[in-house]
């Protein structure tokens, strides 16, 4: 069974870091395109990054490019979304997302989705 798990997330005041882990099951994630999504209250979902299957090619939002960070450690077949400089619009929950799409996108839905870790920057 595929699944997906987001840690990682809490508060951190305004220019601090934090990484976000997605760890999966079920499937290897190189061979699956993944991508991070947010979404704050009253807001819609919005593609932060993403990674494509095999290449490794990451794809950023223009509000974190510079900022933020994807990675992809298959030995541990997780995947990482280091955040710096973040700022109060940050605050959202973080959702992992992933299917076998060869070319990730910001401006899809994926098959499978984990069940988000809440990320909140505030002094």
């Known amino acids: 069974q595929l699944q997906l798990a987001e840690s990682g997330g809490g508060l951190v005041q305004p220019g601090g870091s934090l990484r976000l882990s997605c760890a999966a099951s079920?499937?290897?994630?190189?061979?699956?395109?993944i991508a991070w999504f947010r979404q704050a209250p009253g807001k819609e979902r919005e593609g932060v990054s993403c990674?494509?299957?095999?290449?490794?090619?990451?794809t950023y939002a223009d509000s974190v490019k510079g900022r933020f960070t994807m990675s992809r450690d298959n030995a541990k077949n997780t995947v990482y979304l280091q955040m710096n400089s973040l700022k109060p619009e940050d605050t959202a929950s973080y959702y992992c997302?992933?299917?076998?799409?060869?070319?990730?996108?910001?401006?899809?839905?994926?098959?499978?989705w984990g069940p988000g870790t809440q990320v909140t920057v505030s002094s």
């Open positions: 079920g499937f290897t994630v190189d061979y699956y395109a």
């Open positions: 990674i494509n299957s095999r290449d490794g090619t990451t």
């Open positions: 997302a992933a299917d076998r799409a060869l070319v990730c996108s910001l401006y899809r839905t994926y098959d499978y």
